[in-house]
Protein backbone atom coordinates (compact mmCIF):
# COMPACT_ATOMS: atom_id res chain seq x y z
CA UNK A 1 0.00 0.00 0.00
CA UNK A 2 1.38 3.25 -0.83
CA UNK A 3 1.95 6.31 1.90
CA UNK A 4 -0.90 8.47 0.21
CA UNK A 5 -3.14 5.12 0.53
CA UNK A 6 -2.10 4.77 3.86
CA UNK A 7 -3.22 8.43 4.91
CA UNK A 8 -6.86 7.87 3.87
CA UNK A 9 -6.96 4.33 6.08
CA UNK A 10 -4.26 4.18 8.47
CA UNK A 11 -2.73 0.83 8.88
CA UNK A 12 -2.86 -0.92 12.37
CA UNK A 13 0.59 -1.59 13.37
CA UNK A 14 2.24 -3.45 16.00
CA UNK A 15 5.72 -2.86 17.97
CA UNK A 16 8.71 -2.89 15.99
CA UNK A 17 11.90 -4.72 16.73
CA UNK A 18 13.51 -2.13 14.41
CA UNK A 19 15.16 0.48 16.60
CA UNK A 20 14.99 4.00 16.43
CA UNK A 21 19.41 3.86 16.40
CA UNK A 22 19.16 1.55 13.50
CA UNK A 23 16.21 4.10 11.43
CA UNK A 24 18.93 6.61 12.39
CA UNK A 25 21.72 4.84 11.01
CA UNK A 26 20.12 4.41 8.13
CA UNK A 27 19.05 7.75 7.82
CA UNK A 28 22.67 9.13 9.02
CA UNK A 29 24.14 6.87 6.12
CA UNK A 30 21.40 8.43 3.30
CA UNK A 31 22.06 12.12 4.63
CA UNK A 32 26.62 10.61 4.49
CA UNK A 33 25.68 9.48 1.15
CA UNK A 34 23.68 12.38 -0.51
CA UNK A 35 26.03 14.96 0.87
CA UNK A 36 29.19 13.50 -0.57
CA UNK A 37 26.94 12.79 -4.20
CA UNK A 38 27.29 9.49 -3.81
CA UNK A 39 24.43 8.91 -5.84
CA UNK A 40 24.21 5.29 -6.85
CA UNK A 41 25.26 4.22 -3.22
CA UNK A 42 22.54 5.85 -2.25
CA UNK A 43 20.10 4.54 -4.77
CA UNK A 44 21.47 0.77 -2.93
CA UNK A 45 19.58 1.96 0.11
CA UNK A 46 16.06 2.01 -1.15
CA UNK A 47 13.89 -1.14 -2.28
CA UNK A 48 12.76 -1.58 -5.88
CA UNK A 49 9.21 -0.77 -5.06
CA UNK A 50 9.99 2.54 -3.54
CA UNK A 51 8.20 5.44 -3.22
CA UNK A 52 9.50 8.78 -2.93
CA UNK A 53 7.26 11.50 -3.04
CA UNK A 54 6.84 15.13 -2.37
CA UNK A 55 3.77 17.14 -2.03
CA UNK A 56 3.74 20.65 -3.21
CA UNK A 57 4.03 23.23 -0.22
CA UNK A 58 -0.44 24.00 -0.64
CA UNK A 59 -1.35 20.52 -0.48
CA UNK A 60 1.04 18.63 1.75
CA UNK A 61 -1.63 15.35 2.08
CA UNK A 62 -2.48 15.39 -1.70
CA UNK A 63 -2.70 12.37 -3.70
CA UNK A 64 0.17 11.38 -5.71
CA UNK A 65 -2.46 9.34 -8.45
CA UNK A 66 -4.70 12.83 -8.47
CA UNK A 67 -2.40 16.24 -7.61
CA UNK A 68 0.11 17.97 -8.65
CA UNK A 69 3.31 16.83 -6.95
CA UNK A 70 7.09 18.19 -6.88
CA UNK A 71 8.44 14.76 -6.84
CA UNK A 72 6.41 11.56 -7.61
CA UNK A 73 9.13 9.04 -8.01
CA UNK A 74 9.26 4.89 -8.09
CA UNK A 75 12.29 3.20 -7.97
CA UNK A 76 12.75 3.12 -11.96
CA UNK A 77 12.66 7.50 -12.05
CA UNK A 78 14.56 7.07 -8.99
CA UNK A 79 17.37 5.26 -11.12
CA UNK A 80 16.89 8.39 -14.03
CA UNK A 81 17.32 10.87 -11.27
CA UNK A 82 20.73 9.34 -10.02
CA UNK A 83 21.57 9.47 -13.68
CA UNK A 84 20.37 13.08 -14.63
CA UNK A 85 22.42 14.00 -10.97
CA UNK A 86 25.35 12.34 -11.53
CA UNK A 87 25.56 13.78 -15.94
CA UNK A 88 27.81 17.15 -16.90
CA UNK A 89 24.38 17.91 -18.85
CA UNK A 90 22.12 17.81 -15.32
CA UNK A 91 22.61 21.89 -15.57
CA UNK A 92 20.54 22.91 -12.24
CA UNK A 93 23.20 20.43 -10.50
CA UNK A 94 26.73 20.48 -12.86
CA UNK A 95 29.06 21.49 -10.98
CA UNK A 96 27.29 19.50 -8.03
CA UNK A 97 25.82 21.61 -5.25
CA UNK A 98 27.30 21.31 -1.95
CA UNK A 99 24.80 20.07 0.33
CA UNK A 100 24.12 19.28 4.34
CA UNK A 101 21.70 16.92 5.63
CA UNK A 102 20.74 17.22 9.40
CA UNK A 103 18.33 14.46 10.16
CA UNK A 104 16.16 15.11 14.22
CA UNK A 105 13.35 13.92 16.18
CA UNK A 106 13.68 10.14 14.75
CA UNK A 107 10.63 7.97 16.24
CA UNK A 108 9.67 4.54 15.07
CA UNK A 109 6.07 4.03 14.95
CA UNK A 110 5.37 0.17 14.70
CA UNK A 111 5.11 -2.76 11.59
CA UNK A 112 2.20 -3.26 9.80
CA UNK A 113 1.31 -6.59 8.73
CA UNK A 114 3.60 -6.64 6.05
CA UNK A 115 6.31 -5.85 8.46
CA UNK A 116 7.29 -2.59 7.04
CA UNK A 117 8.38 -0.51 9.62
CA UNK A 118 6.70 2.93 9.75
CA UNK A 119 8.70 5.96 11.02
CA UNK A 120 9.30 9.81 10.81
CA UNK A 121 11.76 12.16 11.61
CA UNK A 122 12.48 16.10 10.83
CA UNK A 123 15.30 16.74 8.52
CA UNK A 124 16.62 20.60 7.58
CA UNK A 125 18.51 20.49 4.08
CA UNK A 126 21.17 22.99 3.26
CA UNK A 127 22.40 23.83 0.27
CA UNK A 128 25.02 26.23 -1.28
CA UNK A 129 25.70 26.40 -5.06
CA UNK A 130 27.48 29.65 -6.27
CA UNK A 131 26.33 32.33 -4.38
CA UNK A 132 23.07 30.94 -3.47
CA UNK A 133 22.04 29.25 -0.38
CA UNK A 134 18.95 27.42 0.45
CA UNK A 135 17.60 25.63 3.40
CA UNK A 136 14.79 22.92 3.61
CA UNK A 137 13.18 22.16 6.40
CA UNK A 138 10.37 19.74 7.17
CA UNK A 139 9.05 16.00 8.05
CA UNK A 140 10.09 12.56 6.89
CA UNK A 141 7.32 9.90 6.83
CA UNK A 142 9.47 6.74 6.57
CA UNK A 143 8.61 2.96 5.17
CA UNK A 144 11.50 0.71 5.57
CA UNK A 145 11.89 -2.87 4.87
CA UNK A 146 14.44 -5.23 6.40
CA UNK A 147 16.09 -7.25 3.86
CA UNK A 148 19.70 -9.44 2.99
CA UNK A 149 21.60 -6.35 2.89
CA UNK A 150 19.96 -4.62 6.16
CA UNK A 151 17.04 -2.10 6.77
CA UNK A 152 16.01 -0.75 3.30
CA UNK A 153 14.11 2.22 2.47
CA UNK A 154 10.74 1.77 0.88
CA UNK A 155 9.10 5.09 1.09
CA UNK A 156 9.89 8.40 1.99
CA UNK A 157 7.03 11.05 1.93
CA UNK A 158 8.82 14.51 2.49
CA UNK A 159 6.54 17.08 3.85
CA UNK A 160 8.18 20.93 3.25
CA UNK A 161 7.66 23.37 6.36
CA UNK A 162 7.87 26.58 3.75
CA UNK A 163 4.69 28.40 2.50
CA UNK A 164 6.26 28.42 -1.02
CA UNK A 165 9.30 27.20 -2.80
CA UNK A 166 9.88 30.64 -4.72
CA UNK A 167 12.90 31.92 -2.74
CA UNK A 168 14.48 27.97 -3.81
CA UNK A 169 13.14 28.12 -7.55
CA UNK A 170 12.78 24.69 -7.63
CA UNK A 171 13.83 21.57 -5.92
CA UNK A 172 16.85 19.67 -7.77
CA UNK A 173 18.51 18.02 -4.43
CA UNK A 174 17.54 15.06 -2.83
CA UNK A 175 16.15 15.72 0.45
Not at 22 to 43: G, K, P
Not at 131 to 149: A, I, M, N, P, W
Not at 154 to 166: E, R, V
Request: contains cysteine; negative net charge.
Amino acid sequence: MSIAAEREAPPVLRRSETTRAEVEDLLYTEAYLLDEWRMDDWLGLWTEDAEYVIPTNDNPEADPDLDLMYVNHDFRLLKGLVVRLNSVHAHREYPWSKTRHLVSNVRVLGEDEDGVVHADGAFTVWRFRNQDRDCFVGHYDLRLRRTDEGLRLKGKWITLDACTLAPYGAISIVL
